[in-house]
């Protein structure tokens, strides 16, 4: 008996070569599907303050069925283009411009916010084909604004 190639060499060839394209495809597949959803789904953060009058930067806010006026002062996202003057154009000019959804304990605290008093950082996930707004953070910042 002399040395011969083992008997599954070329089982193994033929079962591996299908599976290695297949990961292929579903690596191709996968790398797609993440950049459709970052464009309609995104982890976004906002700051801004709660306000009795309209503006270039006020969206208008759905918490449960009421409407209140928010002024944007800074948006930040996961999303790689994601960008500010686009995110406003899409929401300024509809009503409401947003629709907040989440706990809520959190929807009654954005609620119960008097106009013009601190700004808030709102963060959670954001998905643009529905203009829905899930709120998983609020943080009350201190104001920095000079007093009058």
């Known amino acids: 008996m002399g040395c011969q190639r083992p008997m599954l060499a070329r089982p193994v060839k033929k079962l ?14 996968s ?17 801004g303050m709660v306000q009795s009058w309209p503006g270039n930067d006020v969206l208008t806010l ?10 944007l002062h800074d948006v930040h996202s996961s999303g790689q283009r994601f ?12 009503t409401p411009s947003m629709y907040v959804r989440g706990p809520d304990y959190l929807l009654e605290e954005l609620l119960a916010e008097k106009p013009g008093t601190r700004p808030l950082k709102l963060r959670g996930m954001y998905y643009s084909d529905s203009r829905v707004f899930v709120i998983n953070r609020l943080f009350r910042l201190r ?3 000079p007093e009058r």
Request: aromatic content about 6%; glycine content about 4%.
């Open 31 to 47: 790398s797609l599907a993440a950049q459709v959803t970052t464009r309609g789904t995104v982890l976004i953060e906002f700051t």
């Open 62 to 71: 759905e918490v449960k069925k009421q409407h209140i006026l928010f002024a």
């Open 143 to 145: 104001d920095t604004r």
């Open 16 to 29: 591996l070569c299908p599976l290695l394209c297949l990961a292929l495809v579903l690596g191709l597949v």
């Open 83 to 94: 960008l500010r003057e686009r995110f406003l154009s899409d929401l300024r000019l509809r």
